[in-house]
């Protein structure tokens, strides 16, 4: 069995499992759900856990960590943060929501925010891994930014940052380093969110037929 097809042959991260069948002929490299080794945070011990690895993007090796898809995932709450301690498997891009904590143990030196419509990826933006990731809403911020990817109809070549409002799951696509304004995700509160779906971003024809307010998930990669 290749590296990461099994639990018995669980890769570190997606990127030592990218770099394995890169260099091995007889392996396709695809994203999809691979085994990865990871330290418990509790116990200290290894485990092995099943991931989404992202292997066509900025050449692949990306372990999917945090997902959201907006407006579709029922009552929300303090769990579903991106620095929440709860764990919820990372093992696809359909419709819902992940968490893999403490990230810091897939032992990142980047990041990754892609968004997309229907699995179809709309934009990806990478930089430097945050260190406040695990703790704190800032640790949305892609620090030295790079656009990877961007098909938006408006505020093309924007990258995206947190919107404080609801620190940990929103983010907007309009102004660099202003976390309380406009909105591309949700709005609102806990409680009473509200829908911004892709308000900054407008999806283009070629993408869907609704520019704003239609299916949307936003998912952030380690590697």
Request: hydrophobic letters at 30%; proline letters at 4%; glycine letters at 8%.
């Amino acid at each position: 069995p290749s590296i990461g097809s099994i639990q018995a042959v669980a890769g570190s991260s997606c990127k030592e499992i990218r770099d394995t069948l890169a260099n091995d002929c007889t392996n396709t490299l695809d994203s999809g759900t691979y085994w990865i080794n990871i330290t418990d945070s509790c116990t200290g011990q290894d485990q092995s856990i099943q991931v989404y690895c992202e292997m066509g993007l900025d050449g692949g090796g990306w372990t999917l960590s945090w997902k959201h898809s907006y407006m579709e995932v029922g009552a929300l709450s303090e769990d579903m943060k991106y620095y929440s301690s709860h764990y919820q498997a990372c093992t696809d891009l359909n419709t819902g929501w992940c968490n893999i904590p403490p990230k810091i143990r897939l032992n990142p030196t980047e990041m990754a925010i892609a968004a997309y419509h229907n699995k179809r990826l709309v934009y990806a933006y990478k930089g430097i891994y945050n260190a406040n990731l695990d703790r704190h809403w800032s640790g949305g911020i892609l620090l030295d930014p790079t656009q990877l990817v961007d098909h938006c109809g408006s505020s093309n070549g924007v990258v995206p940052e947190p919107y404080i409002v609801i620190g940990g799951l929103s983010f907007d696509k309009y102004g660099p380093l202003n976390y309380h304004s406009n909105c591309d995700t949700i709005r609102g509160s806990l409680n009473n969110p509200g829908d911004c779906r892709w308000e900054n971003c407008k999806l283009p024809s070629s993408i869907s037929s609704n520019q704003q307010h239609t299916q949307m998930t936003v998912a952030i990669y380690v590697r």
